[in-house]
């Protein structure tokens, strides 16, 4: 074990309660499988890739424990690292909190992934994970906005939205994940900040609202969200690409 390793303990939770209904009806969407392989399988695999995390909870949903865990046992994952499951709760919040509540003492490091994000490349894993052991307490991967964006006032669906502004497009960038974070830093924004509705779905926007400096590093067009129906059909596109050509 190398001495970065030792002062730096990563792990990695993978909330994966949720139902995905933008997906359509049918198995929770981080059980959807993709080339044959559930989605939650590449997402486990993906964050086991990288050598720094030890580590892997996935967080499922609160009936679906035992389910996810034969599932996780019937698939190959990388012998060095460990793998959890816990049941989750109702919302995203909640759920990242029984992930965090699992790790152990020595943890001091921990990535959020989305379940969704399967084909995330393992250099930008280790590129997030980089940035969090040089100092800096949130850490995420994002890229610049292809398409200029406009504020408008919400109206009813399918009817005509006024808009009220246009961010500048420079300024913005579209987040993804894993999400970095020194995990006492983490632990503390989901102790202290309450998010009404479904819970908090950006993990690094807690921490901001803690006055602590998020900070972006460049992300990668493969940690794209499998959303939709399309989404699905360009993420098979990308795994039969790598599986031609990577050995993948």
Known sequence: MSDESRRHRTAAVIPAAGRGVRLGPGAPKALRTLGGTPMLIHAVRAMARSRAVSLVVVVAPPDGAVEVRRLLDENTLPDRTEVLVVPGGETRQESVRAGLAALPADVTTVLIHDAARPLVPVDTVDSVIEAVHDGSPAVVPALPLADTVKEVEPGKPGEPEPVVATPERARLRAVQTPQGFDLPTLVRAHETIAVDGDG???????V??????????PGHEEAFKVTRPLDLVLAEAVLARRRATDAY
Not at 200 to 206: P, S
């Open 200 to 206: 908090a779905t950006d993990d690094a926007g807690m």
């Open 208 to 217: 901001e609202r803690l006055g602590i400096t998020v900070v972006v590093i």
